[in-house]
Nanobody
Framework: QVQLVESGGGLVQAGGSLRLSCAAS????????MGWFRQAPGKEREFVSS????????SHADDVKGRFTISRDNAKNTVYLQMNSLKPEDTAVYYC?????????????????WGQGTQVTVSS
């Protein structure tokens, strides 16, 4: 069992930056591949970024490439999502997720544990 707690969301103007954090606790968090997803009102939850257990394999959705960066610090059991050049369409609740296994996936259904989410609002 792994518990995930996101933080760092908030209100920011377009073009601004935020850094989300996901603190993991419980059963050896470093054994899990991690992902960030987001869900806007009326829309399905969508993949944002993912990172393997070691941090050696990273993936980003096309619409965040070049703007968002995922990273992890296994010593601190924390995963980060640095978000730059934010756009109003990035507004959503952002969720951290963990899956058993070495490599991450892009489908929400392949993740085993989820955080409660943190709201990100980008004003125009």
């Amino acid at each position: 069992q792994v518990q995930l707690v996101e933080s760092g969301g908030g209100l920011v103007q377009a073009g601004g930056s935020l850094r989300l954090s996901c603190a993991a606790s419980g059963r050896t968090p470093s054994n899990y591949a991690m992902g960030w997803f987001r869900q806007a009102p009326g829309k399905e939850r969508e993949f944002v970024s993912s990172i393997s257990r070691s941090g050696g394999s990273i993936s980003h959705a096309d619409d965040v490439k070049g703007r968002f960066t995922i990273s992890r610090d296994n010593a601190k059991n924390t995963v980060y999502l640095q978000m730059n050049s934010l756009k109003p369409e990035d507004t959503a609740v952002y969720y951290c997720a963990a899956r058993v296994g070495v490599l991450p996936r892009v489908s929400p259904g392949e993740y085993d544990y989820w955080g409660q989410g943190t709201q990100v609002t980008v004003s125009s």
